[in-house]
């Protein structure tokens, strides 16, 4: 069956870098849309990033720009999200999800079909 799995999250100092890594099963992760997303303690679900599955195509959310890159490694069947200069605004849980009905959903969160389980950042020092 289709699954999500992160992992790579962690404790970091303000100024570190963590790649976050989405590992898909059940479906060829190329062929469809990725989002990370990301909710910290008591505020919503909000979009970090997203990779199109038409072109590639990537997309960030303003206050990571420049900070966060996606990719995807189609041999791993996996999506990362490298995370550099990271803040304590950014501490949160973040998830990947995907979506088997739009090309490029951005953020959406109800074009995504799909949610992986999430995993902790903590910006700290």
């Given at each position: 069956?289709?699954?999500?799995?992160?992992?790579?999250?962690?404790?970091?100092?303000?100024?570190?870098?963590?790649?976050?890594?989405?590992?898909?099963?059940?479906?060829?992760?190329?062929?469809?849309?990725?989002?990370?997303?990301?909710?910290?303690?008591?505020?919503?679900r909000?979009?970090?990033?997203?990779i199109s599955?038409?072109?590639?195509?990537?997309?960030?959310?303003?206050?990571?720009?420049?900070?966060?890159?996606?990719?995807?490694?189609?041999?791993?069947?996996?999506?990362?999200?490298?995370?550099?200069?990271l803040?304590?605004?950014?501490?949160?849980?973040?998830?990947?999800?995907?979506?088997?009905?739009?090309?490029?959903?951005?953020?959406?969160?109800?074009?995504?079909?799909?949610?992986?389980?999430?995993?902790?950042?903590?910006?700290?020092?």
């Amino acid at each position: 069956q289709v699954q999500l799995v992160e992992s790579g999250g962690g404790l970091v100092q303000p100024g570190g870098s963590l790649r976050l890594s989405c590992a898909a099963s059940g479906f060829t992760l190329d062929y469809y849309a990725i989002g990370w997303f990301r909710q910290a303690p008591g505020k919503e679900r909000e979009g970090v990033s997203c990779i199109s599955s038409s072109d590639g195509s990537t997309y960030y959310a303003d206050s990571v720009k420049g900070r966060f890159t996606i990719s995807r490694d189609n041999a791993k069947n996996t999506v990362y999200l490298q995370m550099n200069s990271l803040k304590p605004e950014d501490t949160a849980v973040y998830y990947c999800a995907t979506s088997f009905q739009v090309v490029t959903p951005v953020f959406l969160q109800y074009e995504y079909d799909y949610w992986g389980q999430g995993t902790q950042v903590t910006v700290s020092s």
